[in-house]
């Protein structure tokens, strides 16, 4: 079992940044991939970016060049550098962890807005 606890959403303005963390406890030797997807309202939710053990990442072409995903594994924990946020980034963002099981968090909320 792997649970993961995210932390740092809130409410920024456009052009800010924020900086989301995701700390795995449990089984988070097990872990191979992390990742934050994001769900707006009445969307599906999609995969944001992603980072394997070794350090790939992977990202959705609209926040390649303003977000950074990075991770820790010493302290099983992963982030995500959101810069340049734009309205159309507000969403809840939950961590996922595929050990090759898949964990969720719980969510937290990031709003972009004037």
């Known amino acids: 079992q792997v649970q993961l606890v995210e932390s740092g959403g809130g409410l920024v303005q456009p052009g800010g940044s924020l900086r989301l963390s995701c700390a795995a406890t449990?089984?988070?030797?097990?872990?191979?991939?992390m990742g934050w997807y994001r769900q707006a309202p009445g969307k599906l939710r999609e995969l944001v970016a992603s980072?394997?053990?070794?350090?790939?990442?992977r990202y959705m072409y609209s926040v390649k060049r303003r977000f950074t995903i990075s991770r820790d594994n010493a302290k099983n924990t992963v982030y995500l550098q959101m810069n340049s946020l734009q309205p159309e980034d507000t969403a809840v963002y939950y961590c996922?962890?595929?050990?090759?099981?898949?964990?969720w968090g719980q969510g937290t909320q990031v709003t972009v807005s004037s």
């Open positions: 449990g089984s988070a030797s097990s872990i191979f991939t």
């Open positions: 996922n962890a595929y050990t090759p099981v898949t964990y």
């Open positions: 980072i394997t053990r070794e350090g790939n990442t």
